[in-house]
């Protein structure tokens, strides 16, 4: 059964930071690719970052790179999202999605999705 719980969004001040975490299940742990995407009011959506399961390779979004680090724990099941100097377009709901279909940066390409966990970066 797949199974992703984002925790850990909340309020913070532009140049602050936050960590996302999204406890998986045992099966979803055996998809490939793992990532966090995420909606912006009145933008489209983005995938921020993704990691391969099997080696920890990542990737990201060029609105992140430097500033965002996505990372795994295996043993906890948990992929989490470290965010730094956060800006206010940063502001958005973080999903974790996996089971990817096509290209990594591709939102539609991601097939499972949790339920999100919101981020607002406000002075």
């Known amino acids: 059964q797949v199974q992703l719980m984002e925790s850990g969004g909340g309020s913070v001040q532009p140049g602050g930071s936050l960590r996302l975490s999204c406890e998986y299940s045992r099966y979803t742990g055996r998809r490939a690719f793992l990532a966090w995407i995420r909606q912006a009011p009145g933008n489209e959506r983005e995938v921020v970052a993704a990691i391969v399961n099997r080696n920890g390779n990542t990737f990201y979004a060029d609105s992140v790179r430097g500033r965002f680090a996505i990372s795994q724990d295996h043993t906890e099941n948990t992929v989490y999202l470290q965010m730094n100097n956060l800006k206010p377009e940063d502001t958005g709901v973080y999903y974790c999605?996996?089971?990817?279909?096509?290209?990594?940066?591709?939102?539609?390409?991601?097939?499972?999705w949790g339920q999100g966990t919101q981020v607002t970066v406000s002075s």
């Open positions: 999605a996996s089971e990817l279909r096509g290209t990594w940066n591709h939102p539609g390409d991601w097939g499972d």
